[in-house]
């Protein structure tokens, strides 16, 4: 076997385990509406699941959430290179960036993934803060092998998926009723 090839196939699963970390952290961006630091505490927790170089960083997640090229297309003049100063460079807004009109390599995420995620990136800055109470109950449940979904969320009500039960938990999370939560998951359903 030549060496390109045995190379190819050692990187294939580590590459493949690469994608799942990048499109679980734009789900629990999108779809969870966390921050950096849960996100970062969700991975963190399952080294072998999401693997990385290093640990999990602020930047590294925020970066991996930003960048279109998960959608599967190439895109240009993200950042302008000409800014008068050395070694600096600003962003470009994003109606200056030119998109291949194509999917050139293999998508993560969908483009409406992708770009849901960034709203959602939009609000969180704009000062929506997500409860940690959720973080709390999701790491309950991933030491029991159970995964919770968030089905349909209001300012008011969250409804979860937590294993096979479906719970409804006011928005925010009395201390109480997360106590509870956590205790009736280590139940048989």
């Not at 008011?156 to 998951?185: E, S, Y």
Request: proline share 6%.
């Amino acid at each position: 076997m030549r060496r390109d090839a045995a190379e190819a196939q050692t990187r294939s699963p580590s590459r493949s385990r690469r994608f799942d970390a990048a499109r679980e952290l734009c789900r629990l961006r999108r779809e969870e509406q966390l921050t950096s630091a849960q996100i970062i505490t969700i991975l963190a927790a399952d080294p072998d699941r999401y693997p990385i170089e290093g640990r999990w960083t602020h930047n590294l997640v925020e970066g991996l959430v930003a960048n279109p090229k998960l959608s599967g297309h190439q895109v240009y003049n993200r950042r302008a290179t000409r800014t008068g100063r050395p070694g600096s460079s600003r962003k470009n807004p994003n109606s200056e960036w030119v998109w291949s009109p194509q999917i050139v390599h293999e998508p993560v995420i969908s483009l409406q993934e992708w770009e849901l995620a960034q709203e959602v990136t939009a609000a969180l800055r704009a000062g929506s803060q997500t409860d940690g109470s959720l973080l709390r109950i999701r790491a309950a449940a991933r030491r029991l092998g159970l995964t919770v979904t968030t089905v349909s969320s209001s300012a008011t009500h969250t409804v979860c998926r937590i294993g096979a039960r479906k719970v409804v938990l006011l928005n925010p999370i009395p201390d109480v009723v997360l106590q509870q939560v956590i205790a009736d998951m280590q139940e048989p359903t």
